[in-house]
Structures are given as C-alpha cells and as structure tokens.
T-cell receptor, first 115, second 112 residues
Framework: DAGVIQSPRHEVTEMGQEVTLRCKPI?????LFWYRQTMMRGLELLIY????????DSGMPEDRFSAKMPNASFSTLKIQPSEPRDSAVYFC?????????????FGEGSWLTVV | AQSVAQPEDQVNVAEGNPLTVKCTYS??????LFWYVQYPNRGLQFLLK??????LVKGSYGFEAEFNKSQTSFHLKKPSALVSDSALYFC??????????FGKGTSLLVTP
C-alpha cells in the first residue's frame, strides 16, 4: 500500500496568496483527518471527515481555512488568504472503518512557509 | 474532554541504557492510548497502542508501554536505547470519537 499521499511536500508562498494542500488517503479508509503541527501549539486537529462528510471542523482556526472531500480518494485543505502565522506542517491522516481505537496513519506532511 | 500530558520536553539517555518517555492521560470512559514517533522532516509513525486487555503493550522497534489505570499513565519504555531511537515521540488519546488528541511531544536524544 502506498500510504497516505500528500502534496506539495514543501510550499513557500507570499502573504495573501491562496494555498491548496492535497491528500489521498489509504484506499479503503473512510475517515480522513487534517492536523497542523507548530512548535508553539504542537499537533492540532483541524477537521475530520467520515465517508466524505465533515464530522468536526471545530479546530479550523478561522474562515480563511476550508477543507473539502469531493470523493473517497481525495481531500483538499485551502487557506485563502494566507498569512505568515499559517506557516506550519500540515498532516493528512486516515483510518480504517472500524470501532474507535483503530490506528490512524499519517502522510509525510506539507511544509508550508508564508512570507 | 480527552487529553494527554507529556511532562518532559526532552529526555536524554546513553546508548544501551533503558529509556522511559512519560505520558499521563485524562479521559472519561475507557481510554484508547497510542504512541507515535516522528523522525526529522517525516510524518508520524505508529509505534503501539492500548485498547483493552494486557496492561503491557509491545510495539515496533522493541518499544513497549505500560498502561496504569490507577495512575492514569501510559509510559513508553525500551530496555536498551539505540542512537537511531533519537526522535520526537508523541502520546495520543482517543475514546468514543475517532480522532486522536496528541500531547506536545517529547524529544528523545540517545548519545553514543
């Protein structure tokens, strides 16, 4: 299995620009998670989906952030407009359809720098 | 609310010595506890988990963790540390939901 695939791996953009991060979950996984990692705040859950439907988006920092999952094999996290404080590593993760306690598998992350 | 705490930002240990990385949890109901490891510029990799059953859980790369309900702890251990174990370690907790809440991480440095 190829694992969770994220793109781009690294992105440097100017403040005010739109950023789109992409994720392909592991085939057969029907839960998808977006996490953000910063030195100050550690790993934060932004949003997660079940069967392409957003279940909990309470971690999304503000209206500049949006996430979609148009089908079972693709999700995007968009920041518009981007700000320097959005600089972080954004992880996508996915999970098997099973009772709670199943392992979440992470992608390699998208390193975002907003200058 | 479910949460975990990792009281140490960094743990230093000499190669060949036993290591312990501490984690305590707070959750209503039965906890599902996890340890993940992150190497530089990489994603998080699953090490082990406790769902139910035996309090001593064995995982990847020779790591193990002991679930202690009375102390609400889930410390990660390894009998003999390797330099290659140097990484960032995260404890995480989930319960009835499907997402995990992570601790802030503990940086493990194993010196030769």
């Amino acid at each position: 299995d190829a694992g969770v695939i994220q793109s781009p791996r690294h992105e440097v953009t100017e403040m005010g620009q739109e950023v789109t991060l992409r994720c392909k979950p592991i085939s057969g996984h029907d839960y998808l998670f977006w996490y953000r990692q910063t030195m100050m705040r550690g790993l934060e859950l932004l949003i997660y989906f079940n069967n392409n439907v957003p279940i909990d988006d309470s971690g999304m920092p503000e209206d500049r952030f949006s996430a979609k999952m148009p089908n079972a094999s693709f999700s995007t996290l968009k920041i518009q407009p981007s700000e320097p404080r959005d600089s972080a590593v954004y992880f996508c993760a996915s999970n098997l359809p099973a009772p709670p306690g199943n392992t979440i598998y992470f992608g390699e992350g998208s390193w975002l720098t907003v200058v | 609310a479910q949460s975990v705490a990792q009281p140490e930002d960094q743990v230093n240990v000499a190669e060949g010595n036993p290591l312990t990385v501490k984690c305590t949890y707070s959750v209503s109901g039965n906890p599902y506890l996890f340890w993940y490891v992150q190497y530089p510029n990489r994603g998080l990799q699953f090490l082990l988990k406790y769902i139910t059953g035996d309090n001593l859980v064995k995982g990847s790369y020779g790591f193990e963790a002991e679930f202690n309900k009375s102390q609400t702890s889930f410390h990660l251990k390894k009998p003999s540390a390797l330099v290659s174990d140097s990484a960032l370690y995260f404890c995480a907790v989930g319960n009835s939901g499907y997402a995990l809440n992570f601790g802030k991480g503990t940086s493990l440095l194993v010196t030769p």
